[in-house]
């Protein structure tokens, strides 16, 4: 069959002054307009293209990659809102229709949103909907802790942020974990830390065991120190995201290094930083 909102090999059958035909060797026949027509290609090649349906409700081929695909999540931007619902921009000339019933909260032109792309099977319409937890399930789980996973953030709490795993379950990246500006339809990876009674998923950015990773820490910010010139204006006041920036490291594996190489007499705490006790490890001035 033809599928419409899925990308599809199919076979040119005939060329017309509208463009080529196009079929799935089952009797299905769908048309490539003239401005996506292939060079170099005639009837009976075969060629790459993904189905929907026009402004004039007709189903059509074109060679255009859109930015999603049916059954899947992706973060789109709004061109605008109207009387039936708001219009993302998915790649392609006509809008991705979210109807109202579909969206959640206020919807701006502008923003970009999670969207899940559907299929309306009575009218083979694709829409788009901001529901997306509806979409999504963790009753049989593909995952384990541990396991390195795919996220897309699509929502924000008091808790923490929630995500998409793998394109299929939905897990939480608790808040006092991320050292890390995030937005909602960032794509990045991370890891299953728990699975809960109720396979919930707890989600981590941080891969196993980095807790035991102090040694290499320390190792670190003695080669910061030592670079620049045995002293570094960081302290317990620096802000979580400002540590993760410049070190690429939580807070917390941050105060762990500085804390062994205070222990072995390393550096001195100061108010406005820390710095190197070994002179040969770079030359310690009077405050900066």
Partial sequence: MIH??????????????????LGDGAGGEVLLPNKYR???????????VFVYRDS??????TTLEPLIHLGEFAPLRVNATGRVGAFMDWGLEKDLLVPHAEQ???????????????LD????RLYGSMRVERFLDNTELTVQEGS????????HSPLGWSVIVNGRHQGLLHGGEVFRR?????????????IRPDNKLDITLQPPGYAHYNDANVELLSARLAQSGGFLPYTDKTPPE???????????????????????????????????????????AGKR
């Fill in 242 to 284: 400002e540590i993760h920036r410049v070190f690429g490291i939580s807070k917390k594996a941050f105060k762990q290094a500085v804390g062994a190489l205070y222990k072995a007499r390393k550096v001195t705490l100061r108010e406005d930083g820390i710095a190197w006790n070994n002179p040969s490890k770079g030359k310690v």
């Fill in 4 to 21: 419409t909102g899925l990308t599809q090999e199919l076979v040119i059958l005939r060329n017309t002054s509208a463009g080529f035909f």
């Fill in 148 to 155: 390195e996973v795919q996220l897309l953030v699509f929502g």
């Fill in 56 to 61: 004039e409700d007709r189903q059509v081929a």
């Fill in 182 to 194: 995030l937005a909602v339809g960032d794509r990045i990876p991370g890891f299953v830390k728990g």
């Fill in 121 to 124: 099977e009575q009218t083979d």
């Fill in 104 to 118: 959640r909260g206020t919807v701006e032109e502008g923003r970009r949103y999670v969207v899940y792309m559907a």
């Fill in 38 to 48: 292939p060079a170099g290609k005639g009837p009976g090649a075969s060629v790459r």
